[in-house]
């Protein structure tokens, strides 16, 4: 093994598309919310090009970061619904 390949061990590009599981539980940070344009709707997380919709969020969950259990994933489409667990954090901004 060269020095250039050992300096390149375990080096890999984080994708775009994240891929993930049924039963995964994860954090994301809530970034907006779908449907209903007067506050309602469903809370969604953009990880990358993929859309996590989060069932059951509170309302004032946008801005937030939120653990999630994985209920479904396409993984072809990039999108998933996942239940909300608890809020962990609030967005830095």
């Known amino acids: 093994m060269s020095v250039f ?16 599981a049924v039963g995964d ?5 809530v970034t907006g919310r779908e449907g209903d ?6 809370a969604v997380a953009r990880v990358g090009d993929s859309t996590l919709r989060i069932e059951d969020a509170p309302t004032d969950a946008v801005n937030t970061r939120v653990v999630v259990d994985v209920e479904s ?3 072809s489409g990039h ?15």
């Open 73 to 75: 994933w396409d993984g």
């Open 79 to 93: 999108r998933g619904v996942g239940t909300y667990r608890e809020t962990v954090g609030e967005s830095a901004f």
């Open 37 to 42: 344009a007067v506050g309602g709707g469903t």
């Open 25 to 29: 539980t994860i954090e994301v940070m």
């Open 5 to 20: 390949d050992k300096f390149l061990a375990g080096f890999s590009f984080r994708g775009s598309t994240p891929d993930y």
